[in-house]
């Protein structure tokens, strides 16, 4: 019976897990999708971050921040796959790149759509974009962005006006390519 108090720390860990880490799951898979743009590499990425949490869960203090922990953990295996991307870029298909590169007219509409939002969101620069979608989207307060993302509170504030910024511009740029707003160098009658 040597085993039965490692066999009950076990059980204990695995339900502290469940109950801490897990209700966090579907958020760090919509961010990693956010922020990689590809669901198979956000699969990825958010299967290596439960992966690694499990297996330093026992470094994890309770009573502290878990989805903030995670979030770090996030930000950490994107870094890490992307450097590895980077050096080994993926080929498609030929087909598959055609088809997926093929330009198609689209109707314009008449306001702006929750896909236009996400995709001038994806159009701005990294840096940026990770404060926008930890401080405005997961709602994390500065001084939790920081910490997740390994940076001052500062550099923290200062990259998300810039990239709220660059958010709005890219918004209204698209806005008035639909033509809703104020038409540049004219007025509306």
């Not at 979030?71 to 050096?87: A, E, M, P, S, T």
């Not at 109707?107 to 702006?112: A, T, V």
């Not at 006006?161 to 007025?187: F, H, M, N, P």
């Amino acid at each position: 019976m040597g085993n039965a108090p490692e066999a009950v720390a076990e059980v204990t860990a695995a339900g502290r897990f469940e109950c801490e880490a897990m209700p966090h799951l579907n958020d760090i898979f919509r961010t990693a999708a956010r922020i990689l743009g590809e669901r198979e590499r956000a699969e990825d990425v958010a299967q290596e971050v439960f992966l690694q949490a499990w297996r330093s869960f026992d470094r994890f203090e309770p009573g502290t921040n878990c989805r903030a922990w995670l979030y770090k953990i996030l930000f950490h295996c994107v870094n890490h796959h992307r450097r590895k991307w980077f050096r080994f870029p993926l080929l498609k298909e030929t087909e598959e790149f055609v088809e997926a590169n093929l330009p198609a007219t689209e109707p314009i509409p008449e306001h702006l759509t929750d896909q236009d939002i996400l995709k001038a969101l994806d159009g701005i620069p990294q840096d940026f974009r990770s404060v926008v979608l930890l401080v405005d989207v997961e709602e994390f307060a500065y001084k939790d962005a920081a910490d997740i993302l390994s940076v001052p509170i500062g550099t923290v504030m200062s990259r998300l006006s810039r990239g709220r910024k660059l958010l709005r511009e890219q918004l209204t740029e698209l806005a008035r390519s639909y033509g809703i707003g104020k038409v540049a160098g004219g007025s509306q009658a």
